[in-house]
């Protein structure tokens, strides 16, 4: 029995996840998630974790929140030594270990899901030989892509998200000249826009620009369930938050209580499924093209119903070739993980 150590190492919390290869997803012997402020490295927290078992793990890879290079990362959230394979292997004693960024790890772990980690917003044509596209908002905005090589998948990770965002209509012409002039900015990445941060920028852009109409609808004002909490994450820039706008903005318009977090959300729904589009006419990705991170799915039905597809098909003369795309949301929140087991399992 091969044994696969997994983990998934961000700022706030490490969950880490001991699997028996082939690492499908249905082998999980033991899964723990720890504070990761509380230690003084990933060392100590991996031997808490092996502690007592006869049985060690091969291989391990640990998705990394943050850039990556040559097996080499340093944690930006946290006060940890830089973090290198080669160290990594010698103080826990394990064969192998890969380091690779967090997204690459969602990349590898659409390999691994289920029909019932999926959702899905178009069938489309299946190819298996073609490419496999990655999107997922989140802090930020991910953009990955796979490619067949026959026993298995080799990822590729990008900064698509930190191209720049493309206006499609009047309103998003405002929303870019709004956003230059709130950041000082000569330009503005897609992330900032599809993005948790986006959701925020967009409410704050409709609310701010209160007189103009969206869709010939008035925009309403700030309802105070909502804005209390913008106003609170607003006074706590550059401190730790105490709210998550984003959230509250979702749920208020999911709910269908507050006009302007609905319209917010349409706005960033279109945003979203744009930017898809883009990157599925760069990459044909007739396997398949996967959203992932938690706005996804959390509201993967407001997807469905807000306009999401329209714009991922809307690219004129070759809207046709996008309608063959396979487009899937992650539902499993653990893709990272069955992904960094994935990958471990290929070293």
């Known amino acids: 029995m091969t044994l696969l150590l997994a983990g998934d190492i961000g700022g706030t919390k490490t969950i880490l996840r001991l699997v028996k290869a082939p690492a499908d997803g249905d082998e999980v012997l033991h899964e723990q998630t720890y504070p990761s402020q509380n230690y003084p490295d990933l060392v100590p927290i991996v031997r808490e974790f092996l502690a007592g078992r006869e049985a060690k793990p091969e291989k391990a890879c640990f998705a990394i929140a943050g850039p990556v290079v040559n097996n080499r990362a340093q944690m930006t959230n946290l006060p940890w030594k830089e973090l290198d394979n080669k160290s990594l292997e010698t103080e826990m004693e394990i064969g192998q270990v890969s380091l690779i960024n967090d997204f690459a790890a969602i990349g590898y772990g659409v390999l691994g899901l289920k029909s019932s980690d999926i959702y899905t917003l178009q069938a489309g044509e299946l190819d298996p030989e073609a490419p496999i596209a990655v ?3 989140g802090t930020g905005l991910g953009e990955a892509f796979l490619v067949n090589q026959g026993s298995n998948h080799r990822i590729f990770a990008s900064e698509g998200g930190h191209a720049d965002f493309a206006p499609r209509n009047e309103l998003e012409f405002q929303l870019l000249k709004y956003l230059r002039e709130k950041y000082d900015l000569g330009r503005i990445s897609v992330e900032r826009v599809v993005s948790g941060q986006g959701i925020v920028a967009i409410y704050q852009f409709l609310r701010d620009c209160a007189a103009r109409t969206l869709r010939d609808r008035p925009i309403c004002q700030e309802s105070s369930e909502v804005g209390d909490i913008i106003r609170t994450w607003e006074q706590e820039i550059g401190r730790e938050k105490t709210v998550d706008p984003a959230a509250t903005i979702a ?10 977090s609905e319209r917010t959300m349409q706005m960033f729904i279109e945003a979203y499924g744009a930017e898809a589009g883009n990157l599925a006419l760069k990459l044909l990705p007739y396997c398949g093209l996967y959203i992932a991170g938690g706005i996804a799915a959390k509201n993967h039905q407001m997807l469905e119903s807000e306009g999401f597809m329209q714009a991922f098909t809307d690219k004129g003369r070759v809207s046709n070739l996008l309608e063959k795309v ?10 990272g993980l069955i992904g960094a087991a994935i990958c471990a399992a290929q070293l």
Not at 255 to 260: E, F, S
Not at 326 to 335: A, D, E, G, M, T
């Open 135 to 137: 999107i997922g908002a």
């Open 326 to 335: 396979p487009v899937h949301i992650v539902l499993n929140q653990q893709v």
């Open 251 to 260: 749920i208020a318009a999911t709910a269908k209580r507050d006009i302007l």
